[in-house]
Structures are given as C-alpha cells and as structure tokens.
C-alpha cells in the first residue's frame, strides 16, 4: 500500500528527532516548536500514529484551509508554495487555488538584505495573503544564508551562489511542508524572466526526492506570467522590490547589472 506523506515524513521527522536527541537533547524540538508558535500563532504536538509535529486540532496528511472559511475540495491536496515575493506570487497562488490545492505560502527571507528591505518584502507578502489565505513565514536568518553562501561572493547573478540560494531556500520550504503534512512543493520563482526556469525545476525536483515529497513542475512566467505578475501587484498596491534580494545583487543593481 502507497505510503502516504505524513508517513514518509514521519520517519525522516523520527530521525531527526533521534539526532536530536543525541546530540543537543529535546531542546531542539522545543525550540522548533517555539519558534512555529511564534510565527504562526500555532501550538504544535506531536501526532502519536504518525510521530509528525502538526498544530493542535489538525491531522497530518489532510488538506489544511482552515483560515480560508472555505471547505476543501474532496480531491484538494496539501501544497506548499515557495514565495520568493510577494508580486511573484500573484499569479501562482489564486493559480493553484483554482486547482486542486489547498496551498500554504512559505516566506524565507533569510536572502534578502538589509532587514528594512526584508520587512518592507514581508509586508507585501502578508498584504497578499491577507485575510483568508494560509501563510507562514520562517523565522529571519541572514547570519545562516552568510554563512554558506559569503564564499560565493564573487559569483554574477544567475550562477552558483544563486543555485545554492534556490536550493537553501526550497530545502526549508521542503521542512516545512513535511511539518504541515503538505505532500507537494511548488515556488515562484519561475516567473521572473531573469532565472532559469529548468534549473529551478531541477533544484526543485531534486529536493522533493530528498524530503519524499511531490514535485510541481511550473514556469510561471509562460503565458505572459511576468506582465501579468506586474499588472496584478500594481493592482493590489504591492511593494516591488529593485534587486532580487541578497546583498551582493543590490551591489550589482547599484552598479547597472539588471536583475531581478
Ligand atoms: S541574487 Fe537572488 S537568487 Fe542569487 S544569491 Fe542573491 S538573493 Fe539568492
């Protein structure tokens, strides 16, 4: 029989509990809870079947809507979208709505510099989902993002430092997933036309099979996805970043290189 993803989730969350347990004890988890609680509002247990940390009054592996005031799809499957940005997520999150997800936004912000940016991004990101959607954002981390990608520093936009990005930033959206119980992983990335779309998909995938989750291959910017993007931010009043986030991209818009 199909495992299904709070399972396999389950048993990767075990393991790293059992690190945890060998190497800095429980604090681990309960600073992973605080942190969730934080950020989310949410008392996080342990599920006792499945071993997955979920928020009081839900069960792993069934579609979460609860903040939409809507009922799910009977088909609706959980998915968590990567927001890389707030206007790069207007056309991919009602998109996905319309099918059938029940999708949770992810913010990781830990790439984008200073932090009166960060905040300014975040705003946006919150204005988007507003009311009625799922949104959670991680705790903000640049001391994290330094430290593994500082030594690639002199790299241009678009090569190896922004690959290592991608993937810093799909592998914390990916933990979250497993920790929603969300067994698809999607970002938005692919609509700027200032990336590579196949490489993303290919971070992508390869990330979805290390955390046993599904892939969802989209290019967002087909279809005039960017022009449409742009005209749907300015509609909603969104906050449009100059530079696509990092320090070393604002060094570069400040010295004419384009980006995103
Ligand atoms: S330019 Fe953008 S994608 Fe590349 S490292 Fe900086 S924040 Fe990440």
Redesign the pocket.
């Given at each position: 029989m199909e495992k299904t993803v709070a399972q396999v989730g389950a048993g990767r969350i075990r393991q790293d509990v059992s690190c945890a347990k060998n190497s800095v004890g429980m604090e681990v988890c309960r600073s992973v809870r605080k942190r969730l609680r934080e950020e989310t509002g949410e008392n996080l247990r342990r599920n006792g079947a499945s071993g997955c940390l979920v928020p009081e009054g839900e069960t792993p592996g069934l579609p979460l809507l609860k903040d939409s005031g809507r009922e799910p799809r009977k088909e609706a499957e959980g998915l968590l979208l990567h927001l890389c940005c707030a206007p790069d997520g207007t056309i991919p999150w009602p998109t996905l709505e319309e099918e059938a997800f029940t999708v949770t936004g992810y913010f990781y912000g830990g790439?984008?510099h200073p932090e009166e940016e960060y905040r300014l991004r975040l705003a946006a990101v919150r204005r988007l989902a507003a009311e009625h959607r799922r949104l959670v954002v991680e705790h903000y981390a640049p001391e994290e993002w330094f430290r593994l990608?500082a030594p690639f520093e002199a790299e241009p936009?678009g090569g190896e430092?922004?690959r290592r990005?991608?993937r810093l930033q799909l592998e914390n959206a990916a933990r979250e997933a497993l920790r929603r119980g969300c067994r698809v992983l999607c970002t938005t990335l692919t609509i700027s036309p200032h990336?590579n779309p196949d490489e993303i998909n290919r971070i992508g995938v390869a990330v979805a099979e290390q955390f046993g989750l599904r892939w969802l291959h989209r290019i967002w910017r087909k279809g005039n996805g960017f022009a449409r993007s742009v005209e749907e931010s300015r509609r909603l009043g969104l906050y449009r970043q100059g530079y696509?986030?990092?320090l070393?991209?604002r060094n570069e818009r400040n010295e004419g290189v384009e980006?995103?």
């Open positions: 790439n984008i990608l936009e430092r922004c990005c991608f990336k696509c986030g990092c070393y991209s980006c995103s």
